[in-house]
């Protein structure tokens, strides 16, 4: 089972009009604790931001299912609520699970979840669809060449470009 952290990365974005702007930026991460979770996020972004950057904040991001779509270029946060039979009372219980949709437009974060949801026998009715400010999702790969670095070589690594970067000026 996956652990999803969502980690808030502050840095200065140069906008269209040549102005600088201190953004923060929501990303998901999966990772098994809060410091694998800081350490990946550095490494994933270290290479789109130039310039230097802080994690401001990750908390524990309660996902049960993200559903990707190459097409998609935000992210919609879906609750659903299964619906099961109590066997003793036959009163129908509703259990709440959050899921993640990448899509283009309401409309079709449904259909993802919907098409993602297509072998599941329980029943489930959508009870909200809201759009996340997620700016992008980094899933763990089995298949990833570089080994994820340790919190101390990550630091290590940013005083040592630090240092270089102040020799040369």
């Not at 524990?60 to 946060?77: Q, T, V, W």
């Not at 949801?117 to 996340?132: H, L, P, Q, R, W």
């Not at 990833?144 to 670095?149: E, G, R, S």
Request: with cysteine; aromatic share 10%.
């Amino acid at each position: 089972m996956h652990s999803w952290f969502e980690c808030k990365v502050s840095f200065e974005k140069v906008l269209e009009n040549g102005m600088q702007k201190k953004v923060t930026e929501p990303y998901l991460v999966d990772a098994l604790s809060f410091t694998e979770a800081e350490a990946r996020i550095i490494e994933e972004i270290r290479p789109f931001i130039s310039g230097e950057f802080t994690v401001t904040d990750i908390k524990r991001a309660r996902l049960s299912e993200l559903f990707f779509n190459e097409n998609g270029d935000r992210f919609y946060k879906i609750k659903v609520y299964f619906i099961t039979l109590d066997e003793k009372s036959g009163a129908e219980k509703k259990t709440a699970a959050q899921m993640l949709a990448q899509a283009c437009t309401l409309k079709e974060a449904i259909s993802v979840l919907e098409e993602g949801m297509k072998g599941t026998m329980a029943d489930y009715t959508i009870a909200s669809v809201t759009e996340t400010m997620l700016m992008d999702v980094f899933p763990f790969s089995v298949n990833d060449d570089k080994t994820p670095k340790s919190g101390e070589e990550l630091i290590a690594e940013q005083k040592k470009q630090a240092e270089d970067k102040a020799q040369e000026a």
